[in-house]
Structure formats: C-alpha cells, structure tokens
C-alpha cells in the first residue's frame, strides 16, 4: 500500500467511522488516532530511510494528477502532528465530561488530523488550497465546541478570516495557472520567471497564508480563538494548525518563489517576525488569563520563526543553510511539544479551579504538581532555556544572525527571551507556599500524563536528542 | 482574446469589490456574500484561462472551479449555521 496515501486515507476513514457510530465515537476515535499515529510515523521512517517520497494516486501523473509528496521537512512535521495528535487524544478521552459534547469532537477532530496530514503531504498548489479549507473548517467547528456565546463568536471570525486568507491564496493559485499552466510545486519551481505575474501571486499567496499563519500585524484573531476554545482543541490549533500555515510559507519561499526571494521582501517577513515576538510577548505578559497568555505568547513563537527569513535568504547553500533550516525546524517542534502541553495543562487547572485568572490560580497550581511542573517545563521550551530544543535554535538563530552581519535580529530574540522568561515566572510564582503540598504527584494520570509527556518532549528529547533530526532533513535521507 | 481579457479582468473587479466589502461591512450576511464574490471573482479568472483559442478548453480550470464552488457552499453553509447559534443565544446582538 501507499504509505503517504494510507497516512491520509487511515484518519479520514476513522473520521467517517466515528460520524456514522456516534455511540462509540471515542472508541473508534482513539483506535482511529493510534492507526493515524502509525501510519504517520511509518512516513517518517520512510523518508528517513529513503530521503524523499512522491507517489501519484491512482496513476494519474502531474500536470494532471494529484501527487503527494514528503521530504524531511514535512516527514518533521507530520512526525510532530501525530505525537501531539495522539497525546492530546488521550487527554480529550479523559477531559471531557458527560453532556460536554465528546461525541462530535472525534469525527472534527480526525478531520483536522486528515487535512493536517494532507497540507504536510500535498504537492500541488491546489490540493493545499483545498487541504487548508479542509483545516479551517474542521477548526472552525472544533473551536466553537465548548458551545459558549465568546467561542461561537471567536470560532466564527477565525472561519471568516480563515475564508479571507484562502480566497486571497486561491487568487495568487490562479494567477500561476494563468501564467505556467500547471500547479504541480516543482513544475511550478521549474517554470517560474520574475516578472509582475510570479510577484502579484508571491505576495497573494504569502498574504493570504500570513493571515492563517497569525503573522504579526494578521494576529489579531488568535487570541480570542485559541484562549476560547476546550482545552485539547486549543492545543491542537495553536501547536499544529498554525504551523502548517506557517509551513506553506516556508514550503513556497524556499522551494517554489525562489528567485524571487529578495533581500527586501525576506527582511520584511523578519520585520514582522521581530514585531510579534516584542508585541507577543509583552501581551502574554499582561494577559490576565492564562489561556490567554499561551495564546499570546503564539504570536510571539510564530515571529522567531519568521526571524530566519532574511538569515536563510543571506545565507549560501551549504552546512551553515543547512544548520539554519534544521534550528527553524527545531524551534517549530519545540513549540508545538510545548505549547500543546502549556495549554492541555492549562486546560486542568481550568477544570479544578472552575477559571483561569492567573492571579487567583495560587491554590489550585499548588493542588496539581504533576500539572504545574508540566507548565514549567512548557515554559522552559518557550523561554529557550537549556537543554530545550530552542535553545539550540535560538543559539543557531543568534550566531547566524552575527555571522550574516543582521546583529538587530538579536535585540528583537533578547527582547523576547526576556519577556517570556517573565511571564512564565509570573505563572510560576502562584505555585509556591500557599497551600501544603499534597502527597500524591500525579492526580489525574490520563490527562496529566499525555500534558508531562508532551512538555518532556520539548525539553528533554528535542533538546538533548536533536542529532536525529539534522539527519532527517538531509537531502538523501539519513540511513 | 478580447472576451478573455474581460472575463479574466471582470474577475478581478469582482474579487476587489468583495475585499472591498467583507473589510467594511460588519453584518455577518453582508461579509459572506462578500467572501462569496470574491470567490466568484477567481472562479471567473480561472474559466477565462480555461480558453484555449481553437483547441476544446482546458478541463483542468473548470475541474479547480466545481472544487471551489463545493468548498464556498460548506464553508458558508458553517458560518451561516454558527451565526445563528449566536443569534439563538442573544436574540438582540
């Protein structure tokens, strides 16, 4: 069988499963989430063995057919998906309470699983375009679950704003057509001229994903979106759906639009990477809510990655590009381990307090260790202390960004680092000499777990074992 | 070539008329017919390229425009559905 068309297929199927037996739908979902996890994974492994998969369903090659395709940097992503995926999965069957909606939460959410595996895996430009209204609208719908008036509100402007950056990205889809005649991404590659054409479509397509993508000044929906939704759903919109926006951008700037990467236009994209870590970050520091602090710092994350833009452009193809593509890679796991994990946690301490108003979380941060200590090891990832993977990405960040002579890139990652490490200790601060201490670490080990195992990941396997991961994204595989 | 020109370039009025109107109306109603003639508007550029002079149209245009169509009438069909929970919910907001 066709492993990248099984890694789409298998969620998919689970999906219609899940929506036809509704009475079983978290059994067939979890069963559902553990063959996805596999036959995710199994992708992985293949490139990893393989350094590039490409496979044309049903026989039908480009320019006509749809093919898919995975290379180390989406072999990454679907890898990091599928973990967070399936711990978060965990956690949901847990979480949720009878009458608290679980039985729509599990065909939206393969869904989304399927669409995210789809936009990693896709290899043409339409195919996204479809994959990412596929995403919006399992999002869409699984933001505004929890069923309350500010989710419904915020779930229905992220689905507008959602519609509003994919008809700008089909706009700059058309244009390309129009020009080249074909929308497979390397025939595109192979055909592109600059010209006023290739640039209106550039900026389209990189528009309209940069508004998905919550890319500063495009972010203004996040918060509300992502602090709103139930707890397993945040986690999935923040960690994953961003990022595979985000990926897009990456995906066409480095291997589609090539030639017309110019300095300007990818110190642009830092520049509005520098203003949403400063402005991220000093929001999350005054969010009042911790929910909202997590979604915040969001924003923030997504703006370092934009940070290498202009590096990657500077840079020549060689060890040091390499290096810097890996640390980007890297600082995108990262995130997605930690902040899945930041708001799971978030999500339990919302369930004992009854809210989430950091001021008064003293007392109940202090009734759940397991939880609070994974809230201080996500923070660790997020502030960039040692051994998480962003430190090293931050490192690699910094040192190309002296090497390349673009040292003001390092005020903006000092600026942020700073404000992070504040507001995670302003979190932290609640947990300490309020309450005696329980016994018993962990109180609730099907949702606690999944949230530790999560914000492990992020500091201790990405940080102490990233070797595997430079292998990875080599050209012609690792093995 | 000259129908194509103004098919093609009637599209891209139409998609600048619904940015126009989904960033300055606030009704829900009014921004989805908006987001909707927008996608009319590429709908409309991509059947213009479709135009091959004397050779039968290119398939592949109108095969991307019945996808678009069928993603527009779920996703309005998603926002319509959760803006009348809002509605249920606050009647007079």
Redesign the interface.
């Known amino acids: 069988m066709d492993s990248l068309a099984l890694a789409i297929g298998v969620p998919l199927i689970a999906a219609l499963a899940a929506a036809a037996f509704p009475a079983r739908a978290q059994a067939l979902g979890l069963a559902g989430a553990l063959a996805t996890t596999v036959a995710s994974l199994q992708v992985t492994a293949l490139v990893w063995q393989q350094g590039s998969l490409r496979s044309e369903p049903g026989g039908w090659g480009a320019?006509?057919g749809l093919a898919l395709q995975a290379d180390g940097l989406s072999a990454a992503l679907i890898a990091m998906t599928a973990l967070v995926a399936l711990a978060t999965a965990i956690y949901a069957s847990g979480y949720f309470r009878p009458g608290n909606r679980p039985r729509e939460f599990w065909p939206l959410w393969l869904l989304l699983w399927t669409a995210l595996n789809g936009t990693f895996l896709a290899a043409d430009l339409?195919n996204l375009?479809?994959n990412m209204?596929l995403l919006?609208?399992a999002a869409?719908?699984l933001g505004?679950l929890g069923g309350q008036?500010a989710a419904?509100?915020a779930?229905?402007r992220y689905?507008?704003i959602g519609?509003?950056g994919s008809?700008?990205y089909?706009?700059g889809v058309?244009?390309v057509?129009?020009a080249y005649?074909t929308?497979d991404m390397d025939l595109v590659a192979a055909a592109l001229r600059p010209g006023p054409v290739a640039g209106t479509a550039m900026v389209l397509m990189t528009g309209g994903l940069a508004l998905k993508a919550a890319l500063f000044p495009l972010h203004f929906w996040l918060p509300p979106a992502h602090a709103n939704a139930t707890a397993p759903v945040s986690a999935a919109l923040s960690a994953l759906v961003v990022k595979a926006a985000f990926y897009l951008v990456l995906r066409l700037w480095l291997d589609v639009f090539t030639p017309l990467v110019t300095p300007a236009a990818a110190h642009l994209i830092g520049l509005l990477g520098a203003a949403a870590v400063v402005w991220g970050s000093w929001r999350a520091l005054r969010a009042e809510r911790l929910k909202l602090l997590a979604a915040y710092s969001t924003v923030a994350q997504i703006g370092y990655l934009c940070l290498f833009f202009p590096l990657l452009q500077a840079t020549p193809p060689g060890t040091a590009r390499e290096d810097l593509l890996a640390a980007l890679v890297l600082m995108a796991l990262t995130h997605g381990f930690a902040k899945s994990g930041l708001f799971l946690a978030a999500g339990l301490v919302q369930q004992s307090a009854g809210h989430d108003r950091i001021k008064e979380l003293g007392g109940t941060a202090q009734h759940l260790p397991a939880t609070t200590f994974s809230i201080a090891l996500a923070g660790t990832a997020l502030i960039g202390l040692p051994p998480s993977g962003s430190f090293i990405g931050k490192w690699l960040l910094m040192t190309s960004a002296v090497q390349t002579g673009q040292w003001w890139w390092i005020a903006a990652v000092m600026t942020g680092t700073l404000l992070a490490a504040a507001y995670v200790f302003r979190v932290l601060g609640q947990a300490f000499n309020l309450e005696p201490t329980p016994r018993r670490f962990l109180t609730q080990g099907r949702t606690e777990l999944p949230a530790l195992l999560l914000a492990l990941t992020s500091v201790a396997v990405l940080g102490l074992a990233a070797r595997p991961l430079w292998q990875l994204l080599q050209p012609g595989g690792a093995a | 070539m000259t129908a194509q020109f103004l098919f093609g370039g009637a599209g891209l009025v139409l998609f600048a008329l619904g940015i126009w109107s989904f960033l300055v109306h606030e009704p829900l109603l009014r921004k989805l017919i908006a987001l909707n003639i927008m996608g009319s508007g590429v709908f409309h550029l991509l059947i213009a390229t479709a135009e091959r002079g004397d050779l039968p149209p290119d398939p592949v245009p109108h095969a991307l425009v019945l996808t678009g169509i069928v993603v527009a009438v779920s996703a309005t069909a998603l926002a319509l559905a959760l803006g009348r929970r809002l509605e249920e919910e606050d009647p007079d907001g």
């Open positions: 320019p006509l339409f375009y479809v209204e919006g609208l869409a719908a505004a008036p419904v509100a779930s229905l689905l507008l519609l509003l008809m700008t089909l706009l058309a244009l057509y129009t005649g929308l």
